[in-house]
Each structure stands twice: as structure tokens, then as C-alpha cells.
């Protein structure tokens, strides 16, 4: 096995995202750009897009950190929009987009065309929130973003998993099909019900980092691979372990947190990056196998799909938003009532990515009897414009039209207070629990170790409200900053000196590496409280 092109993919899509925050254009769309360009360079290998590979094996690490990042709490708030998004658009998008193609390509089977429909029919929100982030959406639009592309996916699959089986000829029909997708909804949150707790139990009662983090990095795989082996939903069964663990993570030993935040930041960052570079790289896979279909036709089939992906969506927003207002006195009065801005930019934010071309290259080369499966090429091409339209086209513009509405921004100066105030009552209770500790001669220690306990605890309640503060107007840092800077200084100056202690033989590597060790938790511990 040549292991060379997997090397020069991964190591070329990470240098191309490290660029990216260099310049103000999206790191998904600079790579999606980019592997267009080098697909036809000379020598470049063919990067054919494995649907066994990127569906049980990419996906769920993904569709794991990203739930994992995520709030329990507010995506539970938002649920009625996220589940018309995840679940009502994606099948009204299939039908619309299904029904739309039908008309528009001569000869092509209504079956074929809802296949096509499923196919493009979920939106990869990992460009979209990444733009949200950066622009400064309010927090409500993030969340129903996120919220939607965790779940979006499984609706999508197994749409089209009852549309495919009516094009190969399995008998599906609307009742098996209504029953295929409660059981494989029911099912994936069931698998994921059930395996969260005993997972948790183990991730609390590993006394290994290592051993929590190797398990951190298979919980994915497991739910997934253990709801698609009873045929349920395994993209469900990722997306609800991932949650629950992810709002139980503070029950988790703080260096297993430590380590499992660095691994899967690096884990996230190195599969994003792949993922889009892999899609601009399908260009000549996809085109080599339009045949017939080349020139004007194809272009202008590619032009209209888009077309009516986009109008679609936004023929769902506004009265997926709307509507429940205006039949729900109980939705009125419990909840803002919504300017048309923030359905406008979800509407817009509507982009595809790799799960689609996934899909589509997993439809089968021939149906029941050895026919070929009718337009496979012609769906393969117009899932490929699609997406690359929807992220181009989209991706580059969403965030001046974020810019252009001009949505009120957080409030900085109130974020502190809120988090002042926590911290204030967080310190309370430690000092009480301190005192009374200190007050069992079990615990006794010297005065000044005691006094070394009081004097973090005050550091840590200060530093919050130092923030406030007027800055030095030598230097122009505030408090924080400057005590950030002589910490590092300080820092620094014992890191050196244990080098030379090292480099002159008083002590070995091994306790180099204890001593440093020590000091990047108390640099990390530092930069946290005036972070």
C-alpha cells in the first residue's frame, strides 16, 4: 500500500488551513479552491472519495468533536427550529430538489431524480459556523447551525436509502419508508441512550490519562458501528453520546481533559482540512465520467440545481420560523419575537459539503437486473457543482452580508460581570470548604501553605474583575496582561535554568521532563485565569 498520496494530502491540506487564518478568506473554501487547482497538476494521484471510508471512519470523529463543543443546554432552548432544519427541511429539500430535476432533465426516472434530492439535500454547516464564529454571530443563529448539521445527516441517509431502494428495485414503498426512518431515528438515539452511561462510567473510572484518551478517541466508532449493525441511525447514536459526555466532561480528571482537548483539537483540525481539500480533488474523477452530458446541458443543469437548492431552503426558513409564532400563543409569548436577518443568513448559510459527495459516490453502478443505475454520472456531477457552488458562491459571501445586517454584537464588558460574579460565589464556596478543611487537624499545614491556598484563590476571584481595569498607560496592557507577561518572564526563566541543570549532568531527561511538565500546567493554569 502507497502510503505517500494519504501523507502529501494530510500534510498539504494542513499547511493550506494554517494559511488561511493568514488571510480573510474561510480555510474550507481556500482548500476546496486550492484542490481544484492541483487536481490537474501534473502527477497528482487520483483522490477518488470512498464513501466506506469517509462515512464510518470521518464522519463520526467529526460529527463527535463538533457535539461534543457544543451546548446540551442551548441546543435543547432551540430544539423546535434545529429539528424543522435537521429533519423537516432536509426531506421537504429532497422532494423539491427530487421533483425540480424530474422537470429539468429530459429522461431522467422521478426515482432517480429523489435520489439525487437526498443526496444534496443536507447542508454541512462546518464552513458556516466557522464564518459565524469569526464574524460574531449571535449566539441563537450558531446554535441552530451547529444543532442542524449533528442531525441533518441522518435524515439525509436514510432518505436516501428509501429512495435508492425503489431505483434498484427492492419493493420500498412509502410505508416501508416511513417505517425504515422511524427505526433508524428511534433506533440511533436508543444506541446512543444506552451506551452513554456505561461510557461515562469508564471515562471516570480510567485512572489512566492515556487509557481515557485512547477510549476518547473510539467512543465514536463504537456508537456508530454499533447502531449501523442493528440498521439504526449511527450518525444519532454519535450525536447523543457525544452530548451527554460532553455536558458530563467536568467529571472527568482535569488531565485527561487537558490531554483530550489538545488531541481532539488537532484530531478535528486535521480532518476538516482533509475533507475539504478531498472535495475540490474530485474534479477530474467526476468529470471523466459525465460523458454525454458534457458542454452547455450540463452547465445549465448544474446552474438551475443550484439554483433551486438555494430558493429552497429559503422557501422553508421564513415559515419554518414564522409560522409556529403566529399558531402558538404559548411560542409568542415565550420567545423573541425574530427579525427577518437571522432567518436570512440561516437561509444563506445553507452550504454542502463532503457527506453529500459521500452519498452520491455510494450509489451503486447497476440496479436489480444489471441495468445501469439511469444517470449515475449526471447525479455524481451535479452533487459535485452543487456542493462547490453552494461553498463558493455562499461561503464567500456570507460574511460581508453578516457585516452588511450589522446584528448587535456580545457585550464584552457584561460577559465579564456575568463571569466575575460567578467566579465571586465559586470562591466563596472554596474558601468555606478551605476553612473548614483547615479546621481538622487532619489537614493541618504550615501558616504559610495555608496562606499560599487563600492567596490563589484571591488571585483567581481578582483577576476577572482587574479586566475592568484602566490599562498602564506606559505600556498600554491592563493588569491582566502584564501579570500575564511576568508570569511567562518567570516562567521562562526556570525553564532555562533547568536546561543547564540538565545540560550539566545534575539531573537527568527524565526529571527535565517532570519539572517542565510542571510548569506548562502552572503557564497553562495562568493563562486560563486572565484568559
Given at each position: 500500500m502507497d502510503v505517500m498520496p494519504l501523507l502529501l494530502l494530510v500534510a498539504g491540506s494542513a499547511a493550506i488551513a494554517a494559511a488561511a487564518r493568514r488571510?480573510?478568506?474561510?480555510?474550507?473554501?481556500?482548500?476546496?479552491?486550492?484542490?481544484?487547482?492541483?487536481?490537474?497538476?501534473?502527477?497528482?494521484?487520483?483522490?477518488?472519495?470512498?464513501?466506506?471510508?469517509?462515512?464510518?471512519l470521518l464522519l463520526p470523529p467529526l460529527l463527535y468533536t463538533s457535539a461534543t463543543d457544543s451546548s446540551y443546554l442551548d441546543l435543547r432552548a432551540q430544539l423546535r427550529p434545529v429539528a424543522l432544519l435537521s429533519v423537516g427541511y432536509v426531506l421537504f429539500a429532497t422532494v423539491v430538489v427530487g421533483w425540480a430535476a424530474y422537470l429539468?432533465?429530459?429522461?431522467?426516472?422521478?426515482?432517480?431524480?429523489?435520489?439525487?434530492?437526498?443526496?444534496?439535500?443536507?447542508?454541512?454547516?462546518?464552513?458556516?459556523?466557522?464564518?459565524?464564529?469569526?464574524v460574531g454571530l449571535p449566539s441563537r443563529i450558531t446554535t441552530i447551525l451547529q444543532g442542524e448539521s449533528l442531525l441533518n445527516d441522518a435524515t439525509a441517509i436514510t432518505a436516501y436509502k428509501v429512495a435508492l431502494a425503489v431505483v434498484v428495485g427492492e419493493g420500498a414503498s412509502w410505508a416501508g419508508g416511513i417505517e425504515e426512518f422511524l427505526v433508524a431515528a428511534v433506533g440511533g438515539v436508543a444506541a446512543g441512550l444506552i451506551l452513554m452511561a456505561p461510557l461515562h462510567w469508564l471515562r471516570t473510572h480510567l485512572k489512566e490519562?492515556?487509557?481515557?484518551?485512547?477510549?476518547?478517541?473510539?467512543?465514536?466508532?463504537?456508537?456508530?458501528?454499533?447502531?449501523?449493525?442493528?440498521?439504526?441511525?449511527?450518525?444519532?447514536?454519535v450525536v447523543v453520546v457525544a452530548l451527554y459526555l460532553g455536558h458530563r466532561a467536568w467529571e472527568v480528571d482535569f488531565a485527561t481533559?487537558?490531554?483530550?482537548?489538545?488531541?481532539?483539537?488537532?484530531?478535528?483540525?486535521?480532518l476538516e482540512s482533509a475533507v475539504f481539500a478531498l472535495i475540490g480533488l474530485q474534479l477530474p474523477v467526476v468529470l471523466r465520467g459525465l460523458g454525454s452530458y458534457e458542454g452547455l446541458d450540463a452547465a445549465w443543469?448544474?446552474?438551475?440545481?443550484?439554483?433551486?437548492?438555494?430558493?429552497?431552503?429559503?422557501?422553508?426558513?421564513?415559515?419554518?420560523?414564522?409560522?409556529?409564532?403566529?399558531?402558538?400563543?404559548?411560542?409568542?409569548?415565550?420567545?423573541?419575537?425574530?427579525?427577518?436577518?437571522?432567518?436570512?443568513?440561516?437561509?444563506?448559510?445553507?452550504?454542502?459539503g463532503v457527506v453529500s459527495l459521500a452519498i452520491a459516490f455510494s450509489i451503486p453502478l447497476t440496479v436489480e437486473h444489471g441495468d445501469p443505475f439511469p444517470h449515475r454520472n449526471l447525479i455524481l456531477f451535479l452533487t459535485f457543482t452543487t456542493v462547490i457552488g453552494t461553498l463558493v458562491v455562499q461561503g464567500l459571501t456570507l460574511p460581508p452580508l453578516i457585516r452588511m445586517l450589522k446584528f448587535p454584537g456580545p457585550d464584552p464588558q457584561a460577559a465579564t460581570l456575568a463571569e466575575a460574579n460567578a467566579q465571586a460565589q465559586a470562591s466563596r464556596v472554596a474558601e468555606e470548604r478551605l476553612d473548614a478543611l483547615l479546621a481538622d487537624e487532619r489537614n493541618a499545614l504550615p501558616p504559610p501553605l495555608a496562606d499560599r491556598l487563600r492567596s490563589v484563590l484571591e488571585r483567581r476571584r481578582n483577576a476577572v474583575w482587574e479586566r475592568l481595569g484602566q490599562v498602564n498607560p506606559v505600556t498600554g496592557e491592563t493588569i491582566d496582561d502584564t501579570y500575564r507577561r511576568l508570569s511567562r518572564e518567570m516562567i521562562s526563566a526556570e525553564r532555562a535554568m533547568f536546561v543547564r541543570l540538565r545540560d550539566g549532568r545534575y539531573i537527568d531527561d527524565e526529571m527535565l521532563r517532570t519539572l517542565l511538565r510542571r510548569l506548562d500546567l502552572e503557564e497553562a493554569a495562568a493563562y486560563r485565569e486572565t484568559a
Open positions: 488571510t480573510p478568506v474561510p480555510a474550507p473554501l481556500l482548500l476546496v479552491a486550492v484542490g481544484l487547482v492541483v487536481s490537474y497538476v501534473p502527477g497528482v494521484p487520483d483522490y477518488t472519495l470512498d464513501p466506506d471510508v469517509v462515512l464510518p429539468l432533465i429530459p429522461g431522467l426516472p422521478l426515482t432517480a431524480a429523489l435520489v439525487l434530492g437526498a443526496v444534496v439535500a443536507p447542508p454541512d454547516a462546518v464552513a458556516a459556523t466557522a464564518v459565524a464564529r469569526r490519562p492515556l487509557l481515557q484518551n485512547t477510549l476518547s478517541l473510539l467512543i465514536p466508532f463504537v456508537a456508530y458501528a454499533a447502531a449501523e449493525q442493528f440498521h439504526a441511525s449511527g450518525v444519532l447514536a481533559r487537558l490531554q483530550e482537548d489538545a488531541v481532539w483539537k488537532m484530531v478535528a483540525f486535521v443543469y448544474a446552474f438551475a440545481l443550484f439554483v433551486v437548492v438555494v430558493a429552497a431552503r429559503f422557501l422553508w426558513v421564513y415559515p419554518a420560523t414564522f409560522l409556529p409564532r403566529a399558531l402558538s400563543a404559548r411560542i409568542r409569548a415565550r420567545e423573541e419575537n425574530p427579525t427577518w436577518r437571522g432567518p436570512f443568513v440561516i437561509g444563506w448559510a445553507g452550504m454542502r
